[in-house]
């Protein structure tokens, strides 16, 4: 258990519709990062947040977004959801910006139909 | 930009087998170097990782030595079991910071 939690574990939903996922970092952990892990694309990096900051952004659509409450959970917001979007979607933690090992949460599995 | 280039699978030893999961890396900088693995329904764990040039990272008879001068992080065990069977993920930190992966290797291990 790498203390990174995320919710739901499973999502089911149809296309053009919008879901909003939920990550709780470690204790002690400022950094939350999301990932789209995908058959196609593989594992990519989305968008990362620091004490409530974005800090770096990666292959994110316009049509996500993302936010790091002042308790540090992050949510990761999809919208206007395409069959494509339909991957396993992972949250990690890391001590500060600087730090480079992450943990990883256990992931929430989103199927668009 | 930063890539890292794994081994294709999928793999299939026998119980107690030598395993090597080939893995190179382009990076600019000094990257930090790991390995992360998936089992099955699961989320990533670490497995090990490297943070300078020789540096040996290892965990549960897993090793892997970080190679500068051939951009490599070799991931290795001298026997493998059934429990190994999972997703390896070989990963490389870069000064932005995210982790970049590689393509994944797929491990079976047969009793």
């Known amino acids: 258990d790498s203390g990174v939690t995320q919710t739901p574990k499973h999502l089911i939903t149809a296309t053009g519709q919008r879901v909003t996922l939920r990550c709780s970092p470690r204790?002690?952990?400022?950094?939350v990062y999301w990932y789209q892990q995908s058959l196609d694309q593989g594992l990519q990096f989305l968008i990362q947040?620091?004490?409530?900051?974005?800090?770096a952004k990666g292959n994110i659509l316009e049509r996500f977004s993302a936010q790091q409450f002042p308790d540090l959970h992050s949510e990761l917001n999809l919208s206007s959801l395409e069959l494509g979007d339909s991957a396993l979607y992972f949250c990690?933690?890391?001590?500060?910006?600087?730090?480079?090992?992450?943990?990883f949460g256990p992931g929430t599995r989103l199927l668009v139909l | 930009g930063n890539s890292v280039t794994q081994m294709e699978g999928p793999v299939t030893l026998s119980e107690e087998a030598f395993l090597t999961i080939n893995c190179t890396y382009t990076?600019?900088?000094?990257?930090?170097l790991f390995w992360y693995v998936q089992y099955p329904g699961e989320g990533l764990q670490l497995l090990l990782k490297?943070?300078?040039?020789?540096d040996k990272g290892s965990n549960k008879g897993f090793e892997a030595t970080y190679r500068k001068e051939t951009t490599s992080f070799h991931l290795e065990k001298g026997s493998v079991q059934v429990s190994d069977s999972a997703v390896y993920f070989c990963?490389?930190?870069?000064?932005?910071?995210?982790?970049?992966f590689g393509s994944g290797t797929q491990l079976t291990v047969l009793p």
């Open positions: 490297a943070t300078k040039a020789d």
């Open positions: 990963a490389l930190g870069g000064s932005a910071r995210q982790l970049t």
């Open positions: 204790s002690g952990d400022l950094s």
């Open positions: 990690a933690s890391s001590v500060g910006t600087e730090t480079q090992t992450q943990y």
């Open positions: 990076a600019t900088g000094y990257p930090s």
């Open positions: 947040y620091y004490n409530g900051e974005e800090r």
